[in-house]
């Protein structure tokens, strides 16, 4: 079974500052790994996923994720912080057998101050 | 539509009522999940229809949660009985198929209070 674990429920960073958001994943099978934000009284919207193509993904508003299978991690990462980042996020993977459900971690709540 | 939408977007209940909630996926998409949201135990995952294959139904935590998709599009999710515990943000989210590349896109969820 794929689990996922997110260390860090909060997170605080100044605006201009690095974001590293860390995730860690368990799964007997290679893996599809997401990274999903929540803006407040929103959906999830998708930031970036991982499909075995690279690994180090990219995605939208300039954060990017890095696979790296010998540590089972898929840490986020932004160079620099913009309040409007200000969400929380969730790392997932997915199971397989030709299902595609998400299994998510608890997410991290990102707080960027001026 | 544009996005995958759901209604209502609030609901409040008396315990032991039953309520339906509504998904209308994204137009073509042949896959659609039901994950439920709460403060103690996150993200987790329903139900899962894809095309006319038989549900994956092994998140549902009990049998007064049942779900059904019509027609290959709109889908409800009824919880009968509810109860306190069943208090969350239910969310609907579709894709193109089986093919995990796509990713899943979600709708802005119904928030169930049971009173």
């Known amino acids: 079974a794929q689990s996922v674990t997110q260390l860090g429920s909060h997170v605080s960073v100044s605006e201009g500052a690095l974001v590293l958001l860390r995730c860690n994943y368990s799964?007997?099978?290679?893996?599809?790994l997401f990274w999903y934000v929540q803006y407040p009284n929103q959906g999830l919207q998708l930031l970036l996923k991982?499909?075995?193509?690279?690994?180090l993904v990219k995605g939208i508003n300039g954060f990017e994720a890095e696979f790296k299978k010998s540590e089972t991690s898929f840490h986020l990462t932004k160079p620099s912080a913009h309040m409007s980042d200000a969400a929380e996020y969730f790392c997932?993977?997915?199971?397989?057998?030709?299902?595609?459900?998400?299994?998510f971690g608890k997410g991290t709540k990102l707080t960027v101050n001026p | 539509g544009a996005g995958v939408s759901q209604s209502p977007s609030n609901k409040v209940t008396e315990k032991g009522k039953d309520v339906e909630l509504r998904c209308d996926p994204i137009?073509?998409?042949?896959?659609l999940y039901w994950y439920r949201q709460s403060l103690g135990q996150g993200l987790e995952f329903l139900i899962y229809?894809?095309?006319?294959?038989?549900?994956?139904k092994s998140g549902l935590p009990s049998d007064r949660f049942s779900a059904e998709r019509t027609g290959g599009s709109v889908s409800t999710l009824t919880i009968q009985r509810t109860q306190q515990e069943d208090s969350a943000v239910y969310l609907c989210?579709?894709?193109?198929?089986?093919?995990?590349?796509?990713?899943?896109?979600f709708g802005p969820g119904t928030r169930l209070t049971v009173l």
């Open positions: 229809f894809q095309g006319n294959s038989a549900p994956d």
């Open positions: 989210a579709s894709s193109s198929g089986r093919d995990s590349l796509r990713g899943q896109f």
């Open positions: 799964s007997s099978v290679p893996p599809y």
């Open positions: 137009s073509g998409h042949t896959a």
């Open positions: 991982y499909t075995s193509a690279a690994t």
């Open positions: 997932a993977v997915s199971t397989q057998g030709g299902s595609e459900k998400l299994v």
